[in-house]
Nanobody, 124 residues
Framework: QVQLVESGGGLVQAGGSLRLSCTTS????????MGWFRQAPGKEREFVAG????????PYADFVKGRFTIARDNAKNTVYLQMNSLKPEDTAVYYC?????????????????WGQGTQVTVSS
């Protein structure tokens, strides 16, 4: 069984930065894609960014392009999300997830295991 643990969330002012980390245990990454999603109160969980095992394909949601960067260190079984130029609308619980497939999937159905989430709050 795979466990995913996120860290790095917190409270930041608009324009600030945070770096989220997600470490897996129990099984290695394998050659599966990893993804970051977020969920704001009253809203559905939405795709933020994904990354293939090689790191060669990293799609982003339009609302974070140019501001967020996803990366992974397979030796450490860890995936990161660097978030810059944060906006109040980025406030949400952020989740990392291990994909079911090699390719990045943009919906939650494409992921087999989830972390518990980490809260990101951006004040105006």
């Amino acid at each position: 069984q795979v466990q995913l643990v996120e860290s790095g969330g917190g409270l930041v002012q608009a324009g600030g930065s945070l770096r989220l980390s997600c470490t897996t245990s129990g099984r290695t990454f394998g050659n599966y894609a990893m993804g970051w999603f977020r969920q704001a109160p009253g809203k559905e969980r939405e795709f933020v960014a994904g990354i293939t095992w090689s790191g060669g394909y990293t799609p982003y949601a339009d609302f974070v392009k140019g501001r967020f960067t996803i990366a992974r260190d397979n030796a450490k079984n860890t995936v990161y999300l660097q978030m810059n130029s944060l906006k109040p609308e980025d406030t949400a619980v952020y989740y990392c997830a291990k994909g079911k497939y090699i390719n990045v999937i943009f919906t939650t159905s494409g992921y087999a295991s989830w972390g518990q989430g980490t809260q990101v709050t951006v004040s105006s």
